[in-house]
């Protein structure tokens, strides 16, 4: 799966088209590298996300073309 369809069914990020902007800002890295948006995920990847002035680190547990409200959070851990 495409890393900003990810960031968006994980609900990670609110929106596609401002995963994908993110993204192309260079504030999203995938195990340590910067990532695009074309970026196929897989379980165990790291994401780390630049926003504002906080960093979200987490670890892409699943990957699942849809989830609901409540099985989005079971799709990644948050790491500190």
Same mark, same amino acid.
């Given at each position: 799966m495409r890393l900003d369809k990810y960031l968006k069914v994980s609900r990670i990020i609110k929106r596609r088209t401002i995963a994908n902007e993110v993204c192309d800002a260079g504030k999203v890295m995938v195990n340590s590298k910067p990532a695009r948006a074309s970026y196929n995920v897989k379980e %165990?990847? !790291? !994401?780390?996300? #630049?926003? %504002? #002035? %906080? #960093?979200i680190k987490a670890e892409v547990l699943t990957v699942t073309e849809h989830a609901t409200k409540n099985d989005a959070p079971l799709m990644y851990k948050i790491i500190k």
């Amino acid at each position: 799966m495409r890393l900003d369809k990810y960031l968006k069914v994980s609900r990670i990020i609110k929106r596609r088209t401002i995963a994908n902007e993110v993204c192309d800002a260079g504030k999203v890295m995938v195990n340590s590298k910067p990532a695009r948006a074309s970026y196929n995920v897989k379980e %165990g990847d !790291i !994401i780390e996300i #630049t926003m %504002g #002035t %906080g #960093t979200i680190k987490a670890e892409v547990l699943t990957v699942t073309e849809h989830a609901t409200k409540n099985d989005a959070p079971l799709m990644y851990k948050i790491i500190k």
